[in-house]
């Protein structure tokens, strides 16, 4: 999947668009060391940012609630560009106000992560080092570093190096210093999330949906063996906590996940997020089969990614195995044939993988051809029960 982190703009972005659209071919030229937190090591990450029109809804920082913006959503940085060349035509132009209304809007859902932007024309330096000296003390005199300038042509294309070079260094330490935040903020809070789960308001559908969107952030950032931790994570939460009903510990909110499936479809392989699971979360309508289509389709993507995809056919036949265990044990009584169906669609989706990846091979894997062998196995039994209904 690919996620790329967004970093809004405003101010006099039609005549820096040039200059905007190269500062984005040179963001991701050089990587940037990622400080982590928790004493885990650093990350040597390459920025491939999408620039977007700032709105007032993205300029939400600190994680809330039910999310409506996925944490993974949220901008890593806001740019503002300032173009006049001086104090009265910056005031005429309206940017000023626009810029007031902006650093505004950020305060108030109190978001540091902004960088202004005074564009100079290298060949009217006495003017425009005068307007940016003054937006720097009006707008940034608390937070010098939150404001800077770059020097571009006469043309108003060409960026002269240094001053680019410059500015990519700044905004790429910005975003890592944002990144680490936020981070930080979204593992706190669904550490705090996953602490109430013995509480009567809590949902293990809306606590799923919290940590995907951090999953989803450690994807984008290439921790591709940390997002798929978290997926594993809600995976082992989500078995113990059916395990646990067999014991007389079943939670209310179980319930929401005990209706008959009518879909038999096998687990979407081909499809590395399918948003029609998310939906069915949100909704609190999700079946047992389609909690865990969604969360072995997203582990396999990951495991794919990471040139791991042998790894998902020695999991598929105990996945298999263990939810249909669960549907047992949560007593759903599934139309006829559904659970038989799925099964062996899911067997051909995984065998239709083990395939391709002995097509790959110069000497095939015996252990990969023993795991075709068995689901196989498995799907041929299972067409046999259908037949029987």
């Avoid at 991701?28 to 007032?56: C, H, L």
């Avoid at 687990?267 to 047992?288: E, F, I, N, S």
């Avoid at 298999?320 to 599934?334: A, C, G, P």
Wanted: aromatic share 10%; proline share 3%; hydrophobic share 40%.
């Amino acid at each position: 999947m690919d996620f790329r982190p967004s970093i809004t703009f405003c101010g006099s972005y039609d005549s820096v668009k040039p200059l905007q659209e190269r500062l984005q071919q040179w963001l991701p030229r050089e990587a940037v060391e990622w400080q982590r937190s928790y004493g885990r090591g650093t990350r040597q990450v390459k920025i491939r940012a999408d620039f977007v029109f700032f709105q007032p809804a993205l300029a939400l920082f600190e994680p809330r609630g039910r999310l409506s913006v996925g944490l993974h959503q949220i901008p890593v940085l806001h740019l503002f560009w300032v173009g006049e060349t001086d104090m009265a035509t910056f005031g005429k132009s309206g940017n000023r106000e626009n810029l007031i209304t902006w650093l505004k809007m950020l305060q108030e859902n109190q978001c540091s992560n902004f960088l202004i932007i005074v564009v100079e024309d290298s060949k009217k330096t006495g003017k425009n080092a005068s307007i940016f000296d003054k937006v720097k003390s009006e707008f940034a005199s608390k937070q010098p570093n939150r404001c800077c300038s770059v020097r571009i042509s006469g043309t108003g294309v060409t960026p002269d190096s240094p001053s680019l070079t410059a500015l990519v260094v700044k905004i790429r330490q910005l975003i890592v210093q944002a990144l680490a935040r936020l981070m930080n903020r979204a593992e706190d809070y669904v550490r705090e999330m996953r602490e109430q789960c013995r509480t009567v308001t809590w949902h293990y559908s809306d606590h799923f949906l919290l940590q995907e969107q951090l999953a989803f952030l450690l994807e984008m950032w290439g921790c591709l063996n940390e997002s798929l931790v978290q997926y594993d994570e809600l995976d082992a939460m989500f078995s113990q906590f059916i395990n646990n009903t067999s014991c007389g510990e079943q939670q209310s909110w179980l319930e929401d996940f005990c209706h008959a499936s009518e879909e038999f479809e096998g687990v979407p392989l081909g499809q590395p997020l399918a948003m029609k699971y998310r939906q069915l979360l949100r909704d609190r309508c999700a079946t047992v089969l389609d909690m865990r289509n969604h969360i072995f389709t997203r582990q396999a993507s990951l495991l794919c990614q990471m040139n791991r995809g042998a790894e998902v056919a020695k999991r598929a036949l105990p996945f298999l195995h263990s939810t249909l265990h669960e549907i047992e044990v949560l007593d759903i009584k599934n139309t006829p044939g559904v659970n038989e169906s799925w099964v062996y669609l899911s067997c051909f989706q995984v065998v239709e993988q083990i395939d391709k990846l002995l097509e790959q091979q110069q000497e095939r894997d015996a252990e990969l051809v023993l795991c075709k062998a068995r689901l196989v196995h498995y799907a041929q039994q299972k067409v046999y029960v259908c037949v029987v209904y």
